[in-house]
């Protein structure tokens, strides 16, 4: 605004030049983001659970969750570099 008025022309300017897809990219690798923290809080309490209650599944259930995290961490990775 200058002086109360605004701008109309620098306003359509942005709009013709204004690509909705950077704004479904930010979206999307916002989401691969939050997944990576929920994989991450689902590996936390696996291990907590795994000190806390004895089974011979332990192992197996542990590596799972690793697991999932090292796949949600490699998807936001490649989408990283994909996007």
């Known amino acids: 605004m200058n002086g109360g008025t605004i701008d109309w022309n620098k306003i359509a300017v942005f709009l ?11 979206l999307f690798l916002a989401g691969f983001a939050a997944y990576l923290v929920f994989a991450a809080v689902v590996a936390i309490q696996i291990f907590a659970m795994t000190k806390t209650v004895s089974s011979p599944l332990n192992f197996l259930v542990r ?5 999932h995290f090292v ?5 936001l990775l ?3 570099g994909a996007l």
């Not at 590596?63 to 697991?67: A, D, V, W």
């Not at 796949?71 to 998807?75: E, P, Q, R």
Request: charged share 5%.
């Open 16 to 26: 013709i030049h204004f690509s909705p897809w950077i704004l479904v990219r930010i």
């Open 71 to 75: 796949f949600a961490l490699g998807v």
């Open 63 to 67: 590596l799972f969750g690793f697991l």
């Open 78 to 80: 490649f989408m990283l």
